[in-house]
Every structure is written in C-alpha cells, then in structure tokens.
C-alpha cells in the first residue's frame, strides 16, 4: 500500500506513492510549465493568485476537467492577499465548485482568511462532492467549524496539532505542496502528534482517499 498525497507540485519520491499532481490554469489559458506524464493523476485549477483572464481560463479548465486521470478540481480558492479583487476571486471560485459538481470530482481549496466567505459559498452550492481545504494550518476551533460543515482538512509539514485530532480519523487528508520533501515525512510528524502507529494512519488515509475514485488509475 503506497503513501497517498493528494496536493503536490511535484512527482513523488517514491514511484508505488500516489500523488495528485496539481497543475494550474495559466492566465493565457495554458497550463503552468512543468513536465507531467501522462500515466500520473492530477488536479486542474485556477488558483486566485493567478486570475486575470477569467474566461478563457475557465473555458480551458472546463475541457481539461473531463480529461483522463483527472481526479478533483482545483486548487481554487479565495485569498484577500491575491493581487485580484475579491468578487472576482469568488466568481471564479463558484465556477470551479459547480464544474466540481459537474464533473463529479471533489474540489482542492486554498483558502486565506476568507472562512466566512467559503463557509458562505458550501451553503449556496450545496455541494455533493466533497470540499477539501489543503494546506490547513489554523486552529482546533476553526477546524472543529469547518468539520462540522462537512469540509475535509488537508495537512502538510506544518500544522497546529490541535486541528489534526479534529479532523482524525475522516476528514483527515495529508499533502507536501510546494515543498520538497517527501511524503512519508509527513505521515511520520502526523502520525507522532496523533500518538498513532504510522500502519493506522496509512490504513485510515488510503479509505478516506477513496473520495478521488483512483480505482483503474492505480
Ligand atoms: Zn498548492
């Protein structure tokens, strides 16, 4: 059984790990440069650092979305940092929740203080795929709300151990991102701040990865 990890930049150091390559839409509607195989899983998106031509960019997504081994949607996201505005951010956003729907595949969110208005837009789509939060660092208080909504919590080489034992053992999902470092790391810090075997953790996370349908892929 391989070490799933479901939001990375990069290739896995290990070739029997899963990794869910994100690559994101390019504001020329292109996909950002980095080679990735055909035979590796991904995600496509438009992250709300990166919008400024938002049509074509969705126009291209929504093609790319029903591609083979692609496996969720996303990162979108709302981010007040990003350099566009923030009604445009959440047009975008809703675009790529109902293409998630669409299309059947659960949505990879990144999201930077902006709770109210994600929490805001889960009740107006009322999605049926899941919604996950990647890269989550706040609080248990927060993850506790956000649990409760039915959001899954994303978890990479820092996190507030609090949060982990909120989001353990369903809504638990583990990532690498942008850094390089390898995947079995993470299980390792997650599974010593859970006080868990590691084989527990492994076993946990492969059924929660259940939610992407790799079956055919792996
Ligand atoms: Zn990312």
Sequence with gaps: MGYYDIHTHQMPFHKEDIAIINRSVNPMGDIQPGSLPDTFIRSYGIHPWYIYNAKEQIDRLRVLAYGPRVVAI???GLD???ESPVNLQKEVFLAQAN???ETHKPLIIHCVKAWGDLIACKKAVKPEVPWIIHGFRGNSELASQLVRLGFYLSFGDRFNPSALCVAWPDSLFLETDDKSIDIREVYRNVAEALDIPEEKLR??????SSIFRLKGYL
């Excluded at 076993?203 to 929660?208: H, L, P, Y």
């Design 74 to 76: 996303g990162e979108a």
């Design 99 to 101: 293409l998630a729907e």
């Design 80 to 82: 007040p940092l990003a």
């Design 203 to 208: 076993i946990q996370i492969a059924k929660n």
